[in-house]
């Protein structure tokens, strides 16, 4: 799969990705119409070109309060998602080139205020869907927000990816219709977050493609 290329659906007005997108991006202003006045962390896991996490923050009053990482291994996607921080004047938008599923990218950050989870759980088996959710408890702060994404495609794993995250603590706070293809969901912390540890793998990623031919 060339994930540079892949990022061209959202350019098509018939993508079910160019309405989860926006649905992930009302889902991050809602977090930031709601949070305490002061300064905000974000980390974006996967983040590809960060046209979730910028688009949410482009022109936003809380905008220029967060202080985000975004992690991508693609570095054409990466060098995108800088161009599109620089362009909207977020200086608070940090670009790490490297393996998402690295716990040692988040360990000056983490417990964040808001993680993104988008395009993530999608491409990576169900036993390490469960093990990166179990991960949110430590990248997550107490009163912090998950924004998560999932298809729906058969078998629906939504319904156990909301079971995870509610064992684990968080708070149901939405997840979108059950007809759209493309879920998203967020979940609010109310546990306290456990120490992030140092050099340790969160996930595989397989991608979906090699998911469904397997």
Do not use: K
Not at 188 to 200: D, N, S
């Amino acid at each position: 799969m060339d994930w540079h290329a892949w990022h061209d659906t959202y350019d098509r007005a018939d993508s079910p990705f160019v309405q989860r997108l926006a649905t992930v991006q009302d889902r991050i202003r809602d977090v930031l119409d709601h949070a305490p006045a002061g300064p905000l962390t974000a980390l974006s896991v996967c983040a590809g070109q960060g046209r979730d996490l910028i688009g949410a923050l482009t022109g936003h009053p809380r905008g220029h309060d967060v202080r985000a990482r975004l992690v991508e291994l693609d570095e054409r996607n990466a060098a995108a998602a800088r161009r599109a921080a620089e362009a909207a004047g977020l200086p608070g938008v940090e670009v790490v080139v490297g393996d998402a599923a690295s716990t040692d990218h988040y360990l000056d950050v983490a417990p964040a205020d808001l993680v993104l989870f988008c395009g993530v759980l999608g491409n990576i088996t169900d036993a390490d869907v469960e093990r990166t959710l179990d991960h949110a408890t430590r990248l997550c702060r107490t009163g912090g927000t998950v924004v998560w994404t999932r298809n729906r495609r058969a078998p629906d794993l939504v319904p156990r990816v909301c079971g995870w995250l509610e064992e684990r603590g968080f708070e149901r706070l939405w997840v979108s219709e059950p007809r759209l293809v493309q879920a998203v969901g967020a979940h609010r912390f109310t546990g306290v977050p456990r120490q992030l540890p140092r050099g340790e793998r969160m996930f595989t990623f397989v991608g979906y493609d090699a998911l469904r031919r397997a």
